[in-house]
């Protein structure tokens, strides 16, 4: 029998005989060679599907089904837990499962000071303009039973010129500037190019949208404030998700 000292925390073998505690530890298996671990010093404990979609939430404007289906199953299934992890850095996640989507917003309350993370990034009133048209044309689709809304380069362009002033000369430099309002919808992934000139219009448009801004937008065309705006190219500002 192996010598045991009164100090040694000691457990029985199927003997009876006494055999040090130590024995019977598994040895510590090191952080870098855990399997649950997905890089080297990887202390994270969520699941690897987790940890993509909040990656993806954190980094896109929104996540949708549509584009990212796997992705949003995982976002249902550990939704109280990411919503918790963003809490940690004092932003919120907000699951539309009506329109299928899910996007982050800064959390914002009287008498509380934090960092903030997530800034309104203004959009340019060309840009305003344009997701007032592309708004329009989604509600009427999605109203006659269309899954899906298209848009033109060329009737984008058309619609945006029409609000110019008459007396307005540099024909050009209104095109560049329509031509940067597209592309910066694309970027904000309101507008999806499925062929050269031709786009989908993302549902994230209605978030950004909603029905009281988009009666408020309207009330702005239709008062001719458009067209100068067109013209300046000042900006407007609109929350982001």
Known sequence: M?????????????????????????????????????????TGVLPV???????????????????????????????????????????????DRGHEIAYKRQVRSDGLTIPVLLRDE???????????????????????GHPAAYVDAEEMTAY???F????????????REIENAVAGLVRERVL????????????????LLPVDRLRELTAWLQDGEGSADLADGTSQTEGTP
């Open 122 to 144: 203004p959009f340019k009133r060309v840009e305003t303009l344009l997701m007032l048209y592309v708004r329009n044309r989604y509600h009427q689709e999605q109203g006659a």
């Open 192 to 207: 999806d190019e499925v062929a050269t000139g031709r786009y989908r219009v993302g549902p994230v448009v209605e978030i």
């Open 49 to 95: 599907e987790a940890r993509r979609v909040l990656a993806l939430v954190l980094q896109r404007r929104y996540v949708s089904a549509a584009e990212h289906p796997a992705d949003w199953t995982a976002l249902l299934t550990h939704q109280q837990v990411l919503s918790s992890r963003l809490h940690d850095l004092f932003v919120e996640l907000v699951v």
């Open 164 to 175: 110019l002033s008459h007396d307005e000369t540099n024909l050009a430099a209104r095109h």
């Open 160 to 162: 945006a010129l029409g």
């Open 2 to 42: 192996p010598d045991v000292t009164e100090a040694d925390p000691v457990t029985r073998d199927d003997d009876g005989d006494q055999v040090p505690s130590s024995d019977t530890f598994v040895e510590s298996v090191p952080l870098e060679d855990d399997d649950s671990a997905l890089f080297a010093g990887d």
